[in-house]
């Protein structure tokens, strides 16, 4: 059961709070799981685990090749270890590690990158990973999940400790929305519609479920009626979900905080190309590096708030109706 808050607004926690408090709670029912940072505690929100287990807490300082490599071989020695660190490092800097000691050997590792797209705002382009969703995708065997509040956070962490094989869990670290009651309980790999519509459907993940929900509001002001998907799990991606909602409203609008390339809005089109060809427009980073800026701004220089997603819904609902789009 998911129930939405009647005011969908700023969390008092901030997501790594979450995350470490649900990481705990995990730990202290396997002591299997172990923390592995990269001089990153601090702001991945994980000090807190090494004060609970300093005996299962490693800092590995600034080499993260080696640390991801290292958390292969916890796991390979039967340790469920979770590897933090930003996103940027978390993916590009540890491909090889990543792809070879952890996917291709078969273990269970749990990869944790923070400060994803724009929630890196002032540590800019260098920093700021657009690209990680896409990259990782192609591994086989992973599973990228995406949270999308504090409560989700709490609830996918024990599925993710408990379900053997490599995760990638993407997250912005400070602030976030709270969208859902406390109540809620999701399923890894099984997508929420949250909002129901029949003209279109906005499939979005993490930061942009709430960017996704304030579009369709507006676009109810207008007479439009947009469903809304929280599309939680990007890999594998939901295709009953995707298909019943291609089926039922005939459109589709993806958003998400990252390059439209190889992330969600691919992960859509590959579906719906495969099963029911369906009008789609994708609303997200397109094709561009980071840059410096408050979170406000960079939603707004890279097409993320609700009057962009306005935008590509008429466009794509035109585009269902059979008119010209320029």
């Known amino acids: 059961m998911v129930k939405l808050r009647e005011e969908i607004r700023i969390s008092p926690e901030e997501m790594r709070n979450a995350y470490c408090s649900a990481l705990i709670e995990a730990a202290r029912k396997d002591e299997r799981i172990v923390s592995l940072n990269c001089d990153l505690s601090s702001s991945c929100g994980t000090k807190a685990f090494g004060k609970a287990f300093p005996e299962r807490s490693f800092n590995l300082g600034i080499q993260e090749q080696n640390a991801c490599a290292m958390a292969g071989g916890l796991s390979a020695a039967g340790l469920v270890p979770f590897f933090h660190t930003f996103a940027v490092f978390a993916t590009r800097r540890v491909y090889d590690q990543a792809f070879l000691s952890c996917a291709y050997a078969g273990q269970n590792v749990k990869i944790v990158g923070g400060d994803a797209g724009v929630s890196a705002t002032y540590n800019g382009g260098t920093h700021m990973a657009f690209e990680d969703v896409g990259i990782m995708r192609v591994m086989p065997t992973i599973t990228i999940v995406e949270p999308s509040d504090p409560t989700m956070m709490k609830k996918l962490l024990p599925q993710i400790a408990e379900t053997k094989g490599v995760f990638y869990l993407r997250m912005p670290r400070k602030t976030v929305y ?59 991606v939901d295709r009953e979900c995707i298909v019943r909602c291609a089926r039922e409203t005939g459109a589709i609008v993806t958003c998400e905080n990252a390059n439209i390339i190889g992330g969600l809005g691919s992960a859509v089109a590959e579906v719906l190309s495969e099963t029911i060809p369906t009008p789609l427009e994708r609303v997200g980073v397109q094709d561009e590096f980071g840059e410096v800026g408050p979170q406000s701004y960079l939603e707004e220089r890279f097409g993320l708030t609700p009057p962009f997603i306005v935008e590509k819904a008429k466009r794509v609902l035109k585009r269902k109706q059979g008119g010209a789009v320029a």
């Open 178 to 236: 709270d969208i859902y009651e406390p109540e809620s309980d999701f399923e890894l790999g099984k997508a929420e519609i949250i909002r129901e519509g029949s003209d279109l459907t906005l499939i979005a993940a993490g930061m942009e479920v709430a960017q996704a929900l304030r579009a369709a509001a507006l676009l109810s002001d207008e007479g439009i009626s947009a469903r809304v998907v929280d599309m939680f799990t990007i890999k594998p």
